[in-house]
């Protein structure tokens, strides 16, 4: 068998069916193959201009243009889902990277070139103003995300920013008012929900399958500030930094999706390393101003009673964001160090004990990436999903969020658990 007819082996029926229109064009198989598939999925889709913002019409889908501000861990998460989304979604525009923004020339252009963007800029603002870009991403660090997202707002621009949405509760309110007040689409990057095992959750609770919750814990521990070694950073600044509001911000919104409102909060913020170095490989220390880890108690306004704790320091723990929710009938369990897989308890008389759920195409939309159960979803694939729910909401189809309402209700949250553990006592919402 050659090469050819390895790789473009379809069934017998499928052949049959276009062996004639194969046949007519002087291409490798697989290429008319391809192109065939090509002409099929956009047959019917018309031509013509587009009013988006940084939007250009090309055959069957308009183009949107992409800004990102940012190219570190999360700018090339969010780079990678706009590049591959396309490929396994249908959505209603073809995001083009347009344009890179970093805080020197030589990040935006090396950060550029790694990425696929067309071109870069040290000056986040000639970013937002480009009339070639029609949605904003903000993976910049925390203290930059207002200033960039309300400038985006005031131009008409799609927002699509990282948690937490800002440093405070009252800088988030403003930027949700003003995305609000002009009608612009917004998203925050809590792509952890995007997980299809977290939407079965939510669809096994909100059903009454296991019956009224009454408690609820969560955790979100990682081991990346572990060492006293590890430097201060944007993680550390007293506006906006520490665990609570770093990791702590993603469970906080996890249980809120699964459970509810949060009513009442208190909590206790420690500081493990007194001191840290003030830059990678220095001698210099300066004093830790922000927690280290954060436990707080919770009450919802369902009624059910929790906590959560947030930690950056746990020794061994790599991505520790876990849940277990308890109701009167049944209850479930999830770590995202298993991601893939849910733990449903229903209390059957003779088989009691957790049964193992394992993601698959049941389970939307796995079966946008793989039609086989057990071949299990990655991290950057939560973010292509979120991106593919992004460029929906910007067609103006309904926002799945969270949008920035949202984000904002969870840092007030962030902020009522610091409050707490300054006054030792329980803070209403």
């Not at 195409?361 to 979803?377: K, M, Q, T």
Request: net charge negative; proline share 6%.
């Amino acid at each position: 068998m050659s090469s050819n007819s390895r790789i473009c082996a379809f069934p017998s029926s499928v052949w049959g069916q276009t062996a004639t229109v194969l046949a007519q064009a002087k291409l490798p198989i697989c290429q008319r193959w391809t192109e065939l598939r090509l002409s099929n999925l956009y047959q019917g889709s018309k031509l013509g201009k587009t009013n988006e913002p940084g939007g250009v019409q090309t055959l069957g889908k308009p183009q949107i243009g992409i800004g990102l501000v940012g190219s570190g861990f999360m700018g090339r998460c969010h780079a990678n889902a706009f590049r591959a989304v396309s490929g396994l979604f249908d959505i209603p525009f073809e995001p083009k990277l347009r344009i890179l923004a970093d805080a020197t020339d030589d990040l935006a252009r090396d950060g550029a070139q790694a990425l696929g963007f067309e071109r870069f800029t040290a000056d986040w603002q000639e970013l937002v103003n480009d009339p070639e870009v029609g949605i904003v991403a903000i993976t910049a660090p925390n203290v930059l995300h207002a200033p960039i997202a309300l400038t985006a707002i005031a131009a008409g621009k799609t927002v699509y920013c990282e948690k937490p949405l800002s440093t405070t509760a009252a800088l988030a309110l403003e930027m949700t008012e003003a995305a609000e007040a002009t009608g612009v689409t917004t998203m925050v990057g809590f792509n952890f929900l995007r997980n299809p095992m977290i939407r079965l959750a939510r669809e096994i609770i909100t059903s009454g399958e296991i019956g009224e919750i009454t408690g609820v814990r969560g955790r979100h521990a990682e081991n990346y500030m572990a060492s006293p070694e590890a430097p201060h950073s944007f993680r550390t600044d007293p506006t906006g930094g520490g665990a609570l509001a770093d990791i702590g911000s993603h469970i906080t919104s996890m249980l809120r999706y699964l459970v509810g409102p949060i009513a009442e909060v208190q909590a206790d913020c420690r500081t493990i390393f007194p001191t840290r170095p003030v830059a990678p490989g220095s001698t210099e220390r300066a004093p830790v101003k922000v927690d280290d880890m954060t436990h707080a108690l919770l009450r919802f306004e369902n009624g059910a009673g929790g906590s959560i704790e947030a930690n950056w320091a746990a020794t061994a723990r790599t991505m520790d964001l876990s849940w277990e929710i308890t109701g009167t009938l049944g209850a479930l369990a999830f770590s995202q160090e298993a991601m893939n897989e849910l733990r449903l308890w229903s209390g059957m008389p003779g088989r009691n004990g957790f049964t193992r759920v394992e993601a698959g195409p049941a389970h939307p939309p796995y079966d946008a990436f793989c039609p086989a159960p057990g071949h299990h979803l990655g991290f950057n694939d939560l973010k292509v999903i979120e991106v593919a729910e992004l460029l929906t909401a910007h067609a103006g189809v309904r926002n799945p969020g969270p949008d920035f309402r949202e984000a904002y209700e969870v840092q007030r949250c962030i902020e009522a658990m610091q409050e707490s553990a300054r006054s030792g006592s329980w803070v209403a919402l």
